[in-house]
């Protein structure tokens, strides 16, 4: 199953939030799923993303190209969808996604 997770590139104030975005990305790779998400490499989607492939499973990155240039995706990814948009980066993401998870995040997230 892929499981698409909204999240902020920022750590947030309490560290939980960290915490608890790399104990999903463990659980989803645990239990044999993809994670597909915004492909960043830092705050909770660094540590969702990084839980997942220090546990074995798989992750797909959607990111915009103007992210891309300025060196923001996560660099270990099975696989990285580079998109013009941000609107088209949702639009693949939710295309991805058979469960969709929303954890602490900004106005994206929100969206």
């Known amino acids: 199953m892929n499981i698409t997770v909204y999240c902020g590139a920022s750590g947030g104030n309490d560290k939980a939030y960290t915490e608890a975005a790399a104990e999903l990305g463990r659980w989803i790779a645990e239990n044999g799923h993809r994670l597909v998400y915004g492909a960043g490499k830092v705050g909770m989607m660094g540590a969702v993303a990084d839980a997942v492939l220090e546990a074995g499973g798989k992750a797909t990155?959607?990111?915009?190209?103007?992210?891309?240039?300025?060196?923001?995706?996560?660099?270990?990814?099975d696989e990285?969808?580079?998109v013009d948009t941000m609107a088209e980066r949702k639009g693949i993401m939710m295309k991805l996604g058979d469960v969709f998870i929303a954890l602490p995040g900004g106005s994206g997230t929100l969206e």
Not at 61 to 77: D, Y
């Open 80 to 82: 990285l969808i580079v």
């Open 61 to 77: 990155g959607v990111i915009p190209k103007f992210m891309v240039e300025k060196h923001l995706e996560h660099p270990g990814l």
